[in-house]
């Protein structure tokens, strides 16, 4: 009975230890060392000075490999080679070390986002789209256009303030309240927008009306940035089209339109 209790502490601790290392592994796979590289810096770290034939017995990865391995670990600053009698042994940096490693990489990328940004919003920068369909990839649409900055504005239809019971609209324009964004709309002569425009002071918005001759539509159409959304609540679906070009064009349409409806509602 004594060994079989024996036995199965031994087991449980063993077991533990192996969850222990697979957290740890996950952890280092996601400052980009792939599995066998952190099993590697694993077994020096916990061998300490030790030859690479130790370490192989250490992480049960064939020698010839472990070679490789530690060649890749040395060239990133992981492991250090020391020269006695003749021999290559290897130490791991501690992991304070490797954590201060990890931070200058992430200080450097820092100084360097400047730089990356300027590249991203140049010229060369193509045009980007994409689709979105159902309940979910219409919220995503509009909490999107919610990280973005500056004013919003946009064609709204009747069906974006009635669709699923009011809810979006409310949810959608108390976000955009507390963000403190402000909005300019364009909507057709319909119960549910003059509905809308009565609630501007509230929502840190302005509403204009145009007579459903001139203006009627299902579609919702947005202009923040560089990014133009558009949503079709009736069929749910929607896009998000990323265009510095076409988000200029669409701004200086709506504009004259704004700019020229001084006589409607």
Same mark, same amino acid.
């Given at each position: ?38 099993? +590697? ?7 300490? #000075? ?29 492991? %250090? ?24 990489? +992430? ?21 980007? +789209? ?22 919003? #504005? ?13 809810? #979006? ?30 609630? $501007?002071? $509230? ?22 940035? $560089? %990014? ?5 609540? %009736?069929?749910?679906?929607?896009? #998000? ?25």
């Amino acid at each position: 009975m004594t060994h079989a209790l024996i036995y199965i502490v031994k087991t449980c601790y063993s077991f533990v230890n192996i969850l222990r290392q697979m957290d740890t592994l996950a952890l280092l796979k996601q400052f980009g060392i792939n599995e066998k590289s952190a099993k +590697v810096y694993l077994a020096i770290l916990e061998l300490g #000075i030790c030859t690479a034939s130790k370490v192989a017995d250490k992480a049960k990865i064939p020698r010839t490999l472990v070679y490789d391995i530690i060649k890749k670990l040395l060239a990133q600053g992981l492991l %250090k080679n020391i020269h006695r009698s003749g021999k290559n042994y290897f130490s791991a940096i501690s992991p304070a070390e490797l954590l201060e490693l990890q931070e200058q990489k +992430v200080q450097r990328l820092k100084k360097a986002l400047p730089e990356l940004n300027q590249l991203s919003q140049g010229q060369g920068r193509k045009p980007q +789209v994409f689709y979105y369909e159902g309940k979910n990839g219409i919220d995503y649409i509009n909490k999107d256009s919610l990280k973005q900055k500056g004013e919003i #504005i946009g064609f709204t239809s009747p069906l974006y303030v009635t669709y699923q019971q009011k809810y #979006i609209s409310k949810e959608y324009a108390s976000g955009r309240t507390m963000l403190g964004r402000k909005a300019r709309v364009i909507g057709e002569q319909a119960p549910e927008i003059m509905e809308l425009k009565r609630k $501007d002071g $509230d929502f840190l918005r302005s509403t204009k009306i145009l007579p459903r001759e001139l203006f009627s539509s299902n579609i919702e159409l947005g202009i923040c940035q $560089d %990014k133009v959304y558009i949503v079709d609540y %009736k069929d749910e679906f929607g896009f #998000i089209i990323e265009s510095e070009s076409v988000a200029k064009t669409l701004k200086m349409i709506f504009n004259m339109i704004w700019n020229n409806a001084e006589g409607l509602r």
